[in-house]
């Protein structure tokens, strides 16, 4: 056999398990993604396949980040991100910053996130991948309100002077309202059903802050009754629980 030959099989099953792997963590699967990351990452050091060794870093380390070690995690997701910018690849790099900016926020670190948010848009912008483009304006606004002491899932405020936090709030609640609007006209247009319900189950918890909850719900329930399956991902449990909520 040829070292062409000799490779292809492992080539080819790597490649499968990225596409595994980035459905697992499409869908907030952390064991499958901890269980197939670590598969990956023995298959890409023993063939020495650089871009699958990226991947399988990168999503190692957010498996680690959904367990709550937050310097191991970011560490992970540079080292890979890293990686693979140093095989010369371009393609996914959206997606992978989104990632990280998402971890970024889960760790209490939302300006970071939304650094990483800024470079995410500007390679978007220079390689037309737009796949994602939802999703980052989507984390946008998320970050946004927690960077100004908002959290979305509790719609708490961090404590400030009364004037001062009805004035930052209202301010942030309107420029993160256009994020999340805009991250469902691009999924709309983009015919991307999963990042319309997370962008619409984003906006919802928003408007259900504000005291909305009937034109939250209206909205919502739009999105999420096109679904016929997947009623077991995460994504569309939280829009249940919150529609519930909302009644």
């Given at each position: 056999l040829t070292v062409a030959q000799e490779l292809s099989h492992p080539l080819s099953l790597a490649q499968a398990l990225i596409g595994a792997l980035r459905l697992h963590q499409h869908n907030r699967e952390r064991q499958a993604v901890q269980e197939q990351s670590e598969i990956l990452l023995t298959l890409s050091t023993e063939h020495r396949l650089a871009f699958p060794l990226a991947w399988a870093t990168f999503m190692r380390g957010w498996a680690v980040a959904e367990r709550g070690q937050k310097e191991e995690r970011i560490a992970q997701m540079r080292q890979g991100l890293a990686a693979h910018q140093a095989t010369g690849a371009e393609a996914n790099r959206p997606y992978y910053l989104a990632c990280l900016a998402e971890t970024y926020g889960q760790i209490g670190q939302p300006a970071e996130g939304l650094n990483v948010l800024t470079e995410a848009m500007v390679g978007m912008d220079k390689t037309e991948e737009r796949e994602y483009e939802a999703e980052l304006y989507r984390l946008k606004g998320t970050l946004t309100l927690e960077a100004s002491g908002w959290r979305l899932e509790t719609g708490s405020f961090f404590p400030q002077a009364?004037?001062?936090?009805?004035?930052?709030?209202?301010?942030?609640?309107?420029?993160?309202?256009?994020?999340?609007?805009?991250?469902?006209?691009?999924?709309?247009?983009?015919?991307?059903?999963?990042?319309?319900?997370?962008?619409?189950?984003?906006?919802?918890?928003?408007?259900?802050?504000?005291?909305?909850?009937?034109?939250?719900?209206?909205?919502?329930?739009?999105?999420?009754?096109?679904?016929?399956?997947?009623?077991?991902?995460?994504?569309l449990q939280e829009a249940k629980a919150l529609l519930g909520e909302l009644t």
């Open positions: 009364p004037s001062l936090k009805l004035q930052v709030s209202l301010a942030v609640e309107q420029e993160a309202e256009g994020y999340f609007l805009k991250a469902i006209d691009i999924a709309r247009k983009q015919q991307a059903k999963s990042l319309e319900l997370r962008a619409a189950t984003s906006l919802a918890r928003l408007w259900q802050q504000q005291g909305k909850q009937k034109e939250a719900h209206l909205m919502l329930a739009g999105i999420y009754n096109w679904f016929t399956e997947g009623f077991d991902t995460k994504d």
